[in-house]
């Protein structure tokens, strides 16, 4: 770098007072002697004119558009909102805002400040929130365990590119092992299972992966949903290819699939969920029975956060580029519930009966109505903070002989923003 500074200045003068057959002249001399293009070298020496030295002129500080209180308004509400990614919380903010305001938890900032974050675009949304979002980021461990080949084989594969018909019914479904650091005794097991045309996402744990177990964590999925499975659709485990779980779904008239082993890709849209819904609110501890009724209070406060006020993108197709890159394209955000809304209003004009159940609109509509989002995500926080401080002590006690290879999320950002009661001190983590 010294060098060509050095070449730079020994042309700038002559390449400033010479005419325009001659800068070219300037310009081959300087390729040749640097071994660079063209237009470098006249960059170079346009910059070497400019700021007398050769050096390249610092980046200019971008300025601030908007005011520190409408960066402050943001911050809380982004944990008001549980956190999401600056494309949700845009999506989210016509819903979230007038119910928050209408609730007195944004009492202290004013109609400019408001209009301040309406006008923030989500890419600026992002970059406001970033040295908050870049947090630890732990990894759990694969508790599958694959069932008997004569078994597994009586049952259809159902690969990543197979079509469905696009509506509500067809699910997926996994687990989650709450297991720490490590998967010796006993400990929790999370069912998800979300449907593939609305993205509406129930979870509820069980004691371990049993059928006796699972299968109750599976009544209370099936109950919850506002409409009717239609198609089953899991993984390898022996959890799912089992004879009870089998004949469970055949008297319900459900037809089940599984994915290929090892294509993660063939149960992408729980896979996701299992990281963006479960881990993000249950963490990576390890729970046992003593956690399981608090872990089922949990999902219940969760499905109404995430199908009813959280919007999330569904791929509607497929374009290219400029450049004839691939390029998936993605429908506006919408919750889940305007989905199955959606789908079920244009059944109902085709003559159909509809997707959602008997009685179930109502008790929804209602549920929205009467739902101040702000106090749902303090309760998740509380019973957040009773699980940390019931499995938190357990799971260190199991890394210790594991060997120190697990980072913690740490649940102290929301305690920042000055949301969440101070009832504990605790050092919050170094900032997807």
Same mark, same amino acid.
């Given at each position: 770098?010294?060098?060509?500074?050095q070449v730079n200045l020994r042309f700038r003068d002559e390449y400033v007072r010479a005419s325009k057959k001659q800068k070219g002249v300037i310009l081959?001399?300087?390729?040749?002697?640097?071994?660079?293009?063209?237009?470098?070298?006249?960059?170079?020496?346009?910059?070497?004119?400019?700021?007398?030295?050769?050096?390249?002129?610092?980046?200019?500080?971008?300025?601030?558009?908007? %005011? +520190?209180?409408?960066?402050? =308004?943001?911050?809380? &509400?982004?944990?008001?909102?549980?956190?999401? /990614? #600056?494309?949700? @919380? *845009?999506?989210?903010?016509?819903q979230w805002l007038p119910v928050l305001r209408d609730c007195g938890e944004l009492d202290a900032y004013d109609g400019f400040t408001f209009s301040e974050?309406?006008?923030?675009?989500?890419?600026?949304?992002?970059?406001?929130?970033?040295?908050?979002?870049?947090?630890?980021?732990?990894?759990?461990?694969?508790?599958?365990?694959?069932?008997?080949?004569?078994?597994?084989?009586?049952?259809?594969?159902?690969?990543? %590119? +197979?079509?469905?018909?696009? =509506?509500?019914?067809? &699910?997926?479904?996994?687990?989650?092992?709450? /297991? #720490?650091?490590? @998967? *010796?005794?006993?400990?929790?097991?999370?069912?998800?299972?979300?449907?593939?045309?609305?993205?509406?996402?129930?979870?509820?744990?069980?004691?371990?992966?049993?059928?006796?177990?699972?299968?109750?964590?599976?009544?209370?999925?099936?109950?919850?949903?506002?409409?009717?499975?239609?198609?089953?659709?899991?993984?390898?485990?022996?959890?799912?290819?089992?004879?009870?779980?089998?004949?469970?779904?055949?008297?319900?008239?459900?037809?089940?699939?599984?994915?290929?082993?090892?294509?993660?890709?063939?149960?992408?849209?729980?896979?996701?969920?299992?990281?963006h819904v479960v881990r993000k609110h249950a963490f990576y501890y390890r729970y046992e029975l003593a956690e399981l009724d608090l872990l089922n209070e949990?999902?219940?406060?969760?499905?109404?956060?995430?199908?009813?006020?959280?919007?999330?993108?569904?791929?509607?197709?497929?374009?290219?580029?400029?450049?004839?890159?691939?390029?998936?394209?993605?429908?506006?955000?919408?919750?889940?519930?305007?989905?199955?809304?959606?789908?079920?209003?244009?059944?109902?004009?085709?003559?159909?009966?509809?997707?959602?159940?008997?009685?179930?609109?109502?008790?929804?509509?209602?549920?929205?109505?009467?739902?101040?989002?702000?106090?749902?995500?303090?309760?998740?926080?509380?019973?957040?903070?009773?699980?940390?401080?019931?499995?938190?002590?357990?799971?260190?006690?199991?890394?210790?002989?594991?060997?120190?290879?697990?980072?913690?999320?740490?649940?102290?950002?929301?305690?920042?923003?000055?949301?969440?009661?101070?009832?504990?001190?605790?050092?919050?983590?170094?900032?997807?």
């Amino acid at each position: 770098m010294a060098t060509k500074r050095q070449v730079n200045l020994r042309f700038r003068d002559e390449y400033v007072r010479a005419s325009k057959k001659q800068k070219g002249v300037i310009l081959d001399r300087m390729c040749e002697t640097l071994g660079i293009g063209r237009s470098t070298a006249r960059r170079l020496l346009a910059q070497a004119g400019q700021h007398g030295n050769g050096a390249v002129p610092a980046a200019r500080e971008r300025p601030c558009r908007y %005011s +520190d209180q409408s960066r402050q =308004l943001l911050v809380r &509400v982004w944990v008001l909102m549980d956190m999401p /990614c #600056g494309k949700y @919380l *845009k999506a989210m903010l016509p819903q979230w805002l007038p119910v928050l305001r209408d609730c007195g938890e944004l009492d202290a900032y004013d109609g400019f400040t408001f209009s301040e974050l309406m006008a923030m675009s989500a890419s600026t949304i992002d970059r406001y929130l970033k040295p908050l979002r870049d947090a630890a980021r732990p990894k759990g461990l694969a508790a599958t365990r694959p069932a008997g080949e004569l078994l597994r084989n009586s049952i259809t594969i159902r690969k990543a %590119s +197979d079509e469905l018909d696009g =509506l509500p019914g067809n &699910v997926e479904a996994d687990t989650v092992a709450h /297991c #720490g650091p490590s @998967l *010796k005794g006993e400990f929790c097991r999370t069912l998800t299972v979300v449907d593939f045309a609305t993205g509406w996402t129930e979870n509820a744990s069980a004691r371990n992966n049993a059928y006796r177990n699972l299968s109750q964590a599976e009544a209370m999925i099936e109950q919850r949903l506002p409409f009717t499975i239609r198609s089953y659709d899991n993984d390898n485990g022996s959890e799912f290819i089992n004879t009870d779980f089998i004949t469970h779904l055949q008297q319900l008239d459900i037809q089940q699939t599984r994915s290929r082993p090892y294509r993660k890709n063939d149960q992408a849209t729980v896979e996701s969920r299992n990281n963006h819904v479960v881990r993000k609110h249950a963490f990576y501890y390890r729970y046992e029975l003593a956690e399981l009724d608090l872990l089922n209070e949990l999902w219940q406060l969760v499905s109404v956060k995430v199908n009813l006020f959280t919007p999330s993108k569904k791929p509607v197709g497929r374009s290219s580029t400029r450049d004839g890159r691939p390029r998936r394209v993605y429908d506006q955000p919408t919750t889940p519930w305007e989905r199955l809304k959606r789908f079920d209003e244009q059944d109902r004009a085709d003559g159909g009966t509809g997707f959602i159940l008997p009685e179930r609109r109502d008790q929804i509509e209602r549920l929205i109505a009467e739902t101040n989002p702000a106090e749902l995500v303090r309760r998740i926080h509380a019973i957040q903070d009773q699980l940390e401080d019931m499995a938190a002590p357990r799971t260190r006690r199991l890394e210790k002989r594991v060997g120190p290879d697990m980072a913690y999320l740490d649940r102290t950002l929301a305690k920042i923003a000055g949301v969440r009661p101070e009832d504990h001190n605790e050092t919050p983590a170094d900032t997807d």
